[in-house]
């Protein structure tokens, strides 16, 4: 059973910075894939952004592509989503999660991913 941990989510402007972070406890991380999912008020849970169980391999939305980076410290256990130029259609609760996988590219769908965080609120005013 892994356990995740989101924070770093919070109210910014278009534009502006965040740093999202995941912590897991109870396994390492370091043999799962890893992804961050987005769900906004009344939309489906969609995908963001996910990388391999070395790190090696990354994979984005095309929605966020240039502006979001997905990283992880394996030896911290920890998983980060930088967002940068935000937009108002960002706001949504973000969620990390875990998938037993070796690759980033086409571990895109939630029902790949066993393990969920409880989601961390990011809102973007413009």
């Known amino acids: 059973q892994v356990q995740l941990v989101e924070s770093g989510g919070g109210l910014v402007q278009a534009g502006d910075s965040l740093r999202l972070s995941c912590a897991a406890s109870?396994?390492?991380?370091?043999?799962?894939?890893m992804g961050w999912f987005r769900q906004a008020p009344g939309k489906e849970r969609e995908f963001v952004a996910a990388?391999?169980?070395?790190?090696?391999?990354?994979y984005y939305a095309d929605s966020v592509k240039g502006r979001f980076t997905i990283s992880r410290d394996n030896a911290k256990n920890t998983v980060s989503l930088q967002m940068n130029s935000l937009k108002p259609d960002d706001t949504a609760v973000y969620y990390c999660?875990?998938?037993?996988?070796?690759?980033?590219?086409?571990?895109?769908?939630?029902?790949?991913?066993?393990?969920w965080g409880q989601g961390t609120q990011v809102s973007v005013s413009s």
């Open positions: 999660a875990a998938a037993l996988a070796d690759q980033a590219e086409g571990v895109i769908l939630p029902r790949q991913y066993a393990y």
């Open positions: 109870r396994r390492t991380l370091s043999r799962y894939s």
């Open positions: 990388i391999s169980w070395s790190g090696g391999g990354t």
